[in-house]
């Protein structure tokens, strides 16, 4: 076998797995995009805890979203879709240039506010949503996940117990100062209605939350100020 008839072939090979990969890539993107729509919609729901199975996520996204905006640090209304809004991208703009998508639900009589964030944890990016009662002071549920934190560690941030704590959490003190709750590291005040048990071992990822609480919230308040007010 000659070298020239080996190096057609090994080329033409090359060429036939590459189509193949990119028309699968192609064929299998809606289905990607679909799937990571009806994840999204999982996860703003589990901010004010309503678990959603995904075959139902649509119809109850529909049923309790009554609203989906986009606002500025200022609070002022902006065009465009919030759903398609990437908060990764956003974070990388100046404050007063980002948008900020906002989630307003109704369920049983009660309207929620959903707000999502993005930080950093040991490893990677994390990230998440906090639902807010109608009061825009009282965390009504928060949803939080991660790329690649330690199983057992910070990974800890994505289970229903860590998340939980969150819940009747305020974001403001009785004086209206904001003061978004913070992970501590060991065990919080039970009395302390700003901070949550910190993950044993997950101290950075620990902090990582109590950064992107801070940080992903505080560029809300003016919007938060507007609705109280209003």
């Known amino acids: 076998m000659s070298n020239r008839y080996v190096f ?7 060429v036939i797995v590459a189509l193949v990969l990119s028309s699968a890539a192609t064929l299998l993107r809606p289905m ?3 799937n990571m729509r009806i994840e999204k919609m999982q996860n703003i729901l589990a901010a004010i805890n309503i678990q959603a199975s995904r075959a139902e996520a649509e119809t109850l996204f529909d049923r ?5 905006k986009i606002v500025n640090s200022l609070g002022e209304e902006l065009e465009g879709d919030a759903f398609e809004v990437e908060l990764q991208d956003e974070n990388r703009k100046d404050i007063p240039e980002r948008q900020l998508p906002v989630y307003i639900a109704e369920v049983e009589g009660e309207t929620f506010f959903i707000v999502p964030l993005r930080g950093a944890g040991l490893w990677g990016p994390i990230w998440g949503y906090v639902g ?3 009061d825009l002071v009282t965390i009504a549920g928060a949803n939080f996940d991660h790329a690649s934190e330690t199983p057992g560690l910070g990974a800890e941030i994505a289970d229903r117990e860590f998340q ?10 009785d004086a209206g100062n904001f003061r978004p709750v913070r992970v501590i590291k060991g065990r919080a005040a039970p009395d302390d209605p700003h901070a949550v048990d910190g ?4 101290t950075i990822t620990s902090n990582g939350v109590t950064n ?8 809300y308040q003016s919007y938060f100020e507007k609705i109280r007010t209003s």
């Open 8 to 14: 057609l072939y090994a080329s033409a090979m090359v």
């Open 32 to 34: 990607q995009e679909r």
């Open 64 to 68: 309790y979203i009554t609203t989906a």
């Open 132 to 134: 807010l009662r109608s």
């Open 164 to 173: 939980e704590q969150f819940t009747g959490k305020r974001i403001f003190d």
């Open 199 to 202: 993950i044993s071992g997950g």
């Open 212 to 219: 992107m609480l801070r940080d992903g919230l505080k560029v």
